[in-house]
């Protein structure tokens, strides 16, 4: 079942500077928020960066960019998304002036991939606040955010316009409602955040993200700046009336954000759940018109699906992407217990051209699993990842399908393109990449790279514009 991908489609893969680059502390980089979380997104947060926390040094992508750029140019990327560590820009967030040498290393990073024709595609901000920020203002809870994002965007937008078309605002910019410290930099802890300041925080999120489309084309008028949300369709449960309607209340939930990011307005449903939960956003003039700075694509993110119900005997949680939800009985889960669901990529795509009329483009999808290195028969390490190739050629095959269905979509990103310290739980032993990288999780190994089953398979597919699937 061959499909056809359109000329120019986008072909490549994702990282995130704080799952890769490592060198916290070189050349003038202050802590983010991440520097403090050896445990990931759920575990507890020190004092101080701790040894164990394996993205101090990463996969030292920091040291190592230009031969990783190298080998995703012979697997022939056409894009590569990474984000910028916001900072190494601003190591305070709210420093009068920018810090020379951060600027650089990304100048550096986006003329390696340029010397190669691999297009940046740049995460803005990619759950690294600044830890100053988090810690002295509360993160996005605080209006003041929105002054030093703009602050912030403004200088890289000033000093990257000629060499950055594509540009994300927030990663999965709906997960402050289940991490409100990687995703908003919110240091108050998530029991007592109080559902008033949690909206408050994510309105100025949305004003941040729209002021800076504003910016983007004022300063580049060719660049494109597009939304990002963590795209979990949710399916009822069974066809109870009930469930049906929870799954739409459920997804509503997160796509409200890209509502906003979109249309320029709030949805009307919000007014209800506003309502009933005693939010009052609080507006300052000006806000609205903001606000109708609206978004070039959508991006998403998407691992899995979920069920919704409203039976409190059958919520057996699954345990998920940020987002946990309702196992599905008729699928099955990865290694971490995601669920594999590459029909739900079609459906997803569908359901946001339906609603939207954008361009869209998937920045994340992938497999998290544990690889075994070996020796081939001409001596070379290697990994034999026959289920990655299977997931993502699943996957692909419904992006296939979503675009004879029309839906235009721009490109695709897979994951951890190269291995990196995972998101959730900060493991290096969960594995994404087409490039094995040698380190684990107790602090041991080379830093080599390797290439995997998975890296010529997936230069086939780019070379072959998607005909290769099978
Ligand atoms: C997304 C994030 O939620 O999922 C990434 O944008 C993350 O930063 C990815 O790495 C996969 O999650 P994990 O926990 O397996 O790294």
Redesign the pocket.
């Known amino acids: 079942m061959s499909k056809t991908f359109p000329k120019g489609f986008l072909w490549g893969g994702a990282v995130?500077a704080n799952?890769c680059e490592g060198g916290y502390n070189e050349d003038g980089k202050g802590l983010s928020t991440q520097d403090i979380a050896p445990k990931?997104i759920f575990g507890p947060l020190t004092k101080e960066p701790t040894k164990d926390n394996m993205k101090l040094i990463g996969i030292d992508f920091y040291h190592r960019y230009k031969e990783d750029v190298k080998l995703f140019s012979e697997m022939g990327f056409k894009t590569f998304r990474t984000s910028i560590a916001w900072s190494r820009i601003f190591p305070n967030g709210d420093d009068k002036a920018p810090n020379e040498k951060g600027l650089q290393f990304y100048d550096d990073l986006f003329d390696e991939c340029r010397k190669y024709g691999i297009e940046p595609l740049v995460t803005i901000s990619?759950?690294e606040t600044p830890l100053a920020l988090s810690k002295n203002y509360d993160g996005w809870v605080n209006r003041k955010l929105i002054g030093f994002f703009e602050n912030y965007v403004r200088t890289i937008f000033a000093r990257y316009k000629d060499k950055v078309k594509y540009w994300l605002t927030f990663?999965?910019i709906n997960?402050v409602l289940h991490q409100p410290y990687m995703s908003g930099g919110i240091f108050t802890d998530k029991e007592k955040l109080t559902k008033q300041d949690l909206y408050q925080a994510i309105h100025h999120e949305l004003v941040a993200s729209a002021l800076a489309v504003k910016i983007g084309h004022e300063i580049m008028p060719k660049a494109q700046v597009g939304c990002m949300i963590?795209g979990v369709p949710n399916y009822p449960l069974t066809p109870n009336p009930s469930d049906v309607l929870e799954a739409m209340k459920q997804d509503r939930e997160n796509l409200y954000f890209a509502d906003v990011q979109v249309r320029g307005v709030y949805p009307k449903y919000m007014d209800r759940y506003f309502k009933s939960n005693n939010v009052k956003i609080h507006m300052e003039p000006g806000d609205e018109a903001i606000l109708k700075n609206t978004v070039d694509f959508v991006s998403f993110?998407y691992?899995m699906s979920s069920c919704a119900t409203v039976d409190p005997e059958k919520k057996q949680a699954s345990t998920g992407?940020?987002i946990s939800g309702v196992a599905n009985p008729y699928l099955q889960a990865s290694e971490?217990g995601w669920q594999i669901d590459p029909q739900g990529l079609r459906y997803i795509l569908n359901l946001l051209y339906d609603r939207y009329q954008k361009p869209l483009f998937i920045v994340?999808n992938g497999l998290?699993a544990v690889d075994k290195l070996v020796v081939d028969e001409n001596g070379n390490k290697t990994v034999i990842d026959d289920y990655r190739i299977k997931y993502l050629n699943d996957h692909l095959l419904q992006v296939g399908e979503a675009i004879e269905d029309g839906v235009e979509v721009m490109g695709y990103t897979t994951?951890?393109c190269i291995d990196l310290v995972?998101?959730?739980?900060a493991e290096l032993r969960?594995r994404y990449g087409f490039i094995y990288v040698d380190r684990n999780d107790d602090g041991t190994g080379t830093l080599n790279r390797y290439k995997k089953k998975s890296f010529n398979w997936y230069k086939e597919v780019i070379a072959s514009n998607g005909k290769n699937l099978i």
């Open positions: 995130a799952q990931g990619h759950y990663n999965e997960s963590l993110s691992y992407n940020i971490w994340e998290g994951w951890g995972s998101a959730s739980t969960k």
